[in-house]
């Protein structure tokens, strides 16, 4: 903003009447909120007049506009997690509660309305099952039908509803009044040569493909050491093989496969037997947007942004902060 060098000579009174003139404008339309045809019948001046004189005020710097909204706090938080994060936006909450399930309701409403505001017609949507999506999914609620797509992004874990990526991708469709395309694939072959022939199908080929096509993403982030991962729902072998998933190093799942503290895959058997797109083509989806709350998932979250697998974040206040923290004391 342009700024006044020096104030107008008191014997200069052309310009000093000039000045109180403006002055006496910019209060009476800026602090008394009066239209500049009300302030031109207060003062007798034309219209044209106040607006040039508005106009030469802010030339001038004798105006200046600052916007004080009680969201403050929480916008500077966001835009610090851009910055060290690395990412493209954060989109945050305030953490009213302690009960992770009402956070988890807030952070999902928040994914949803963030999600509509980015997706448009002829779109296609890649997307998990989890915890994370469910609760994007049931925080929907557009005012109107899109014509979208939602495809998977991993292979089908039966038994539950939010580890069903089918069943998820179907109450998307049906809540965007869009469609939706399934997979008929298990999220982990029993061995790395089914895994390959599975990936050969026809029909897992073509699923996949319109994954690597999408224009958006949205995907839970993982915990796996927590006692309530449900990394555990995924594959029955995990839960009782603590052990390997120790000594491999794994702090975070993400597309059922888990990840060290830098965002990179590790030597874990079940990794190598997974159906799902990989980290590389993940990265290629220009909108991908990763939902996850809690302490729990505060190292699992640093390790997707290490590993630059996240691009949005929607998440609540006290896990950012937790995160910031965690990222801080690593650089």
């Known amino acids: 903003?342009?700024?006044?060098?020096?104030?107008?000579?008191?014997?200069?009174?052309?310009?000093?009447?000039?000045?109180?003139?403006?002055?006496?404008?910019?209060?009476?339309?800026?602090?008394?909120?009066?239209?500049?045809?009300?302030?031109?019948?207060?003062?007798?001046?034309?219209?044209?007049?106040?607006?040039?004189?508005?106009?030469?005020?802010?030339?001038?710097?004798?105006?200046?506009?600052?916007?004080?909204?009680?969201?403050?706090?929480?916008?500077?938080?966001e835009a610090e997690l851009v910055e060290i994060g690395g990412i493209s936006q954060a989109v945050l909450i305030p953490t009213m509660s302690d009960n992770p399930d009402l956070v988890g309701q807030a952070v999902g409403a928040a994914a949803a309305n963030h999600l509509l505001e980015t997706i448009k017609d002829g779109d296609t949507i890649a997307i998990t099952g989890g915890k994370g999506v469910r609760s994007v999914i049931d925080g929907l609620s557009p005012e109107r039908n899109y014509d979208v797509e939602i495809v998977p992004l991993i292979g089908l874990v039966q038994g539950l509803h939010y580890t069903d990526v089918n069943h998820a991708a179907g109450r998307m469709a049906e809540k965007l009044g869009g469609i939706s395309f399934p997979i008929h694939a298990p999220l982990f072959a029993d061995d790395a040569a089914q895994r390959d022939m599975l990936l050969s199908m026809n029909t897992v080929t073509q699923s996949f493909e319109r994954a690597r096509k999408a224009d958006v993403s949205i995907y839970g982030i993982g915990?796996?050491?927590?006692?309530?991962?449900?990394?555990?729902?995924?594959?029955?072998?995990?839960?009782?093989?603590?052990?390997?998933?120790?000594?491999?190093?794994?702090?975070?799942?993400?597309?059922?496969?888990?990840?060290?503290?830098?965002?990179?895959?590790?030597?874990?058997?079940?990794?190598?037997?997974?159906?799902?797109?990989?980290?590389?083509?993940?990265?290629?989806?220009?909108?991908a947007i990763g939902v996850a709350f809690g302490e729990a998932k505060q190292a699992p979250i640093c390790s997707a942004l290490r590993g630059q697998l996240i691009k949005?974040?929607?998440?609540?206040?006290?896990?950012?902060?937790?995160v910031i923290s965690m990222l801080k004391k690593r650089k």
């Open 223 to 287: 915990s796996v050491l927590s006692a309530d991962s449900s990394y555990y729902d995924l594959h029955p072998r995990p839960k009782g093989d603590q052990e390997a998933l120790r000594h491999s190093r794994a702090v975070a799942e993400l597309l059922g496969q888990l990840l060290d503290v830098n965002g990179n895959s590790v030597d874990y058997a079940l990794n190598a037997r997974l159906v799902a797109l990989t980290f590389e083509e993940l990265r290629r989806i220009p909108v």
């Open 1 to 77: 903003m342009k700024r006044p060098t020096a104030l107008y000579p008191i014997n200069d009174m052309k310009n000093y009447t000039t000045t109180r003139l403006i002055y006496r404008v910019l209060v009476m339309h800026y602090l008394e909120g009066l239209k500049q045809s009300e302030i031109a019948t207060k003062t007798g001046l034309s219209t044209a007049k106040v607006n040039r004189l508005i106009k030469q005020g802010k030339d001038d710097g004798m105006l200046e506009i600052s916007i004080n909204s009680p969201l403050q706090p929480l916008l500077d938080l």
């Open 312 to 322: 949005t974040l929607v998440t609540d206040e006290q896990t950012a902060r937790g």
